[in-house]
């Protein structure tokens, strides 16, 4: 493929237990990686106002902030304190320059079994996010999660969802879509969903399917260690117009959150080139 290094982001979770976010910085930039995105905990740690100094004078573009979302608690007090958190990422989002916030839907509450009720309940608070996000030139990055995380992580489980919940809000570009292929690979509606979701893509994430996965969201692969066609996905998503960063974002218990943090970007760097 040979894409430039200057289309390669690295989503700070790929370097999670090894590095902090300032450590994470400078490590990224050392390896010529111009372009990142940040997690909540970890700019907390560092103090908002310091990470987006240390951010801008690094030159690091933030592809996106992780993240939003997670808004289908059936108990009231929960949801506004789900909606406040929300609210606080925005700003977080857009005092650091990110692109966009990354929302997902949420799972289903422990007693909970009406999948369709969750599903309504976290397109309602999206919508309440709106004016929030629109008064602060944020976009929320509506990310269709995989299905086997339905239950654990997000009702919003496939991109023709988040394309009719994009119609549904009409928010214009106040809410795109993150396309992740680890999560829409499978999907046969791909090709039709992705073209359809032209406009709407502000976000796009790569890592592999390893066929002999052994965990539901911690065991990812580098881009060309598993199944999935990352080349072809990139291509189709770039038939959209979507002219941004491919982001790199592996979480991975059993074996790149063991290795040195240098070696695990200089392996994004190349694999970047190569498979996507």
């Excluded at 111009?34 to 004078?57: F, I, N, Q, Y």
Aim: with cysteine; net charge negative; hydrophobic share 45%.
């Amino acid at each position: 493929m040979n894409n430039p290094i200057d289309r390669l982001s690295i989503n700070q979770v790929t370097t999670r237990d090894q590095w902090s976010l300032v450590e994470a910085i400078d490590g990224y930039a050392r390896h010529g990686v111009t372009a990142m995105a940040v997690w909540a905990d970890k700019l907390r740690e560092m103090g908002v106002g310091a990470a987006a100094r240390r951010l801008r004078d690094a030159g690091m573009t933030v592809t996106g902030y992780c993240a939003g979302g997670d808004l289908t608690a059936r108990d009231g007090v929960a949801a506004r304190r789900r909606i406040d958190e929300n609210r606080r990422m925005i700003d977080e989002a857009a005092a650091i320059g990110s692109r966009c916030l990354v929302v997902i839907g949420g799972g289903l509450d422990a007693d909970d079994r009406d999948l369709p009720g969750a599903r309504a309940r976290a397109l309602e608070r999206v919508a309440e996010l709106v004016p929030h996000a629109r008064a602060a030139g944020m976009t929320l990055a509506l990310e269709p999660l995989h299905p086997m995380v339905c239950a654990l992580r997000s009702v919003l489980t496939t991109l023709r969802q988040a394309n009719d919940w994009c119609d549904a809000l009409d928010a214009g570009p106040t809410v795109g879509i993150a396309v992740d292929t680890y999560c829409v690979w499978w999907d046969p509606e791909l090709a039709a969903q992705i073209a359809r979701a032209a406009g709407r893509i502000v976000a796009f994430h790569v890592a592999d399917w390893l066929p002999d996965t052994c965990d539901l969201r911690l065991d990812r692969g580098m881009p060309g260690d598993g199944v999935v066609d990352i080349a072809a996905i990139r291509k189709m998503v770039e038939a959209t117009g979507y002219t941004g960063h491919h982001e790199v974002e592996i979480f991975s218990a059993r074996n790149w959150w063991r290795r040195d943090p240098d070696e695990v970007v200089r392996v994004c760097v190349e694999r970047h080139a190569r498979s996507v």
